[in-house]
């Protein structure tokens, strides 16, 4: 087996491969291998300053793990360290002294990086549960969305305005609304860090809320959400028929609204088209802003895409572009689908060139697999294969601990991926009762919040519906 600085080397080339001269030796050839743990999976790297963290973490985080997953395997944790070389002047305090190639890695200081360094929250305060890579940066304006980015962005800037009180921003599925709420509300928590701001899903708060009433803690529940200055809820859709959900929503709401509190709500259609809720909720959805995005168009899908490549270090000739835009036309999602694609089997085709014959298979699995609906057989199937479990051992009643977490994560993506009640879910599973059935999803959600890499590796076996 060949060692690890060997496997590393193997890395930098790849990295040189799919990145022009300058990206490489900007920010790639400065990186140093310090180890490799085998059995954490742990690879840790020197990188010259903290701010080659957040560039590589903002920028080519993508291609990072694509080819680490490659080379060391799925799954790897890529930890950082910055070394400082003693009494080296530092001339550009943005990029920090590099290391040479020749330095001896003794005469280094060593600080370590957490590797949630962007999402360090005091005890006191409140993790606003926002997804700090959609931002307004990357949040490309067309015009399918201009209004919407526009009062996004005002919203975040004034809060306080009544105007866009709520701000209820629609459209079809894939079209950025997930991307413009968490960048209104990271924005805001930048400007205004003293605000506390919380963003969820409404599968997770009807989760959160079915926990409170089994406990009997509902006023807890309403409490808590009633002390946020702004509330982003992404999905309101999946509230319909929810009686109990949209009763507690209802105070909620009434208690942020009358205190000049900020509400953002996303939904897949409009006020008037939602069904299975009271007119009072709907009247109230309508009294600040709707906003609507549309399909991008042609030059959007375009400027998307060279963002994408840019993005992950990809360089993809003009008529692929064309292409891609060309038949990929409703849904932003697909397009960041099919660069995913594009990178990773360029990557494990050792550099295969990307060609328009290469990019036409591409769109085409694709596609298939985003159209089809995905089934609770698909996502135990895919979970399964993921931890490397059979069926019966993932269903079954063993306690083992790999077991337990296949079952759980199959648990949380059916509940997420296909709406089924808990009941249902607890069925699919042997019988299991809905109290179980909520107490593992919940054991999953808590993971989430601090785990970066579980989210990754989640995001992973999703891919693969």
């Known amino acids: 087996m060949a060692s690890s600085k060997v496997q590393w080397q193997r890395c930098m080339d790849l990295f040189r491969n799919h990145l022009n001269e300058q990206q490489y030796t900007t920010w790639f ?11 954490t999976n742990e690879l840790t790297i020197f990188i010259p300053s903290q701010f080659f963290y957040e560039y590589l973490e903002a920028n080519y985080r993508r291609l ?15 930890l950082y360290q910055v070394a400082v070389i003693r009494n080296e002047r530092v001339d550009v305090p943005s990029q920090g002294p590099r290391i040479d190639v020749n330095t001896n890695i003794e005469d280094v200081d060593v600080r370590v990086i957490p590797k949630v360094i962007k999402n360090v929250v005091r005890k006191d305060d409140l993790d606003p549960q926002l997804n700090i890579e959609q931002t307004f940066d990357n949040f490309i304006e067309g015009v399918s969305n201009r209004l919407a980015r526009s009062v996004g962005q005002a919203v975040a800037e004034d809060p306080t305005r009544k105007t866009f009180n709520p701000l209820f921003i629609y459209g079809p599925s894939g079209c950025g609304k997930t991307h413009l709420a968490n960048a209104i509300g990271v924005h805001l928590k930048r400007l205004h860090p003293e605000k506390r701001v919380l963003y969820v899903a409404a599968h997770l708060f009807q989760v959160q809320f079915m926990d409170a009433r089994i406990n009997n803690k509902i006023n807890d529940f309403i409490h808590f959400y009633q002390k946020i200055d702004c509330l982003i809820l992404d999905d309101v859709q999946e509230f319909s028929g929810k009686t109990g959900t949209l009763e507690a929503f209802f105070h909620i709401f009434n208690h942020l609204h009358l205190n000049g509190r900020q509400i953002i709500m996303t939904s897949d259609r409009p006020p008037v088209e939602l069904k299975d809720m009271e007119e009072r909720m709907l009247t109230r959805f309508k009294w600040g802003m709707l906003a609507e995005l549309e399909s991008p168009d042609g030059q959007l899908r375009r400027d998307i895409l060279h963002m994408l490549m840019r993005r992950d270090g990809l360089l993809i000739p003009d008529d692929v572009i064309d292409y891609i835009a060309s038949n990929i036309q409703d849904n932003i999602r697909e397009l960041e689908g099919v660069v995913h694609s594009l990178l990773a089997y360029s990557v494990m085709g050792n550099n295969s060139e990307i060609n328009l014959d290469f990019a036409r298979r591409i769109v085409k699995a694709n596609t298939r697999r985003t159209h089809r609906k995905v089934t609770e057989e698909d996502i135990v199937e895919c979970t399964c294969r993921h931890y490397k479990l059979t069926q019966e051992e993932i269903i079954g009643a063993s306690r083992r601990a790999d ?16 709406g089924n009640t808990v009941k249902h879910i607890g069925a699919v599973f042997g019988g299991r009762t809905h109290t179980t059935v909520l107490h593992g999803i919940q054991q999953i959600e808590k993971r989430l919040k601090t785990d970066s890499a579980f989210r990754k590796e989640l995001r992973d076996i999703e891919k693969t519906f």
Do not use: C, N, W
């Open 29 to 39: 050839a400065p990186l140093r291998f310090k180890s490799y743990d085998a059995e």
């Open 403 to 418: 077991y337990v977490l296949g079952r759980h994560v199959a648990m949380y993506l059916i509940q997420k991926h296909t």
């Open 64 to 78: 990072l793990y694509m080819v680490l997953y490659h080379v060391f395997g799925q799954g790897t944790r890529l």
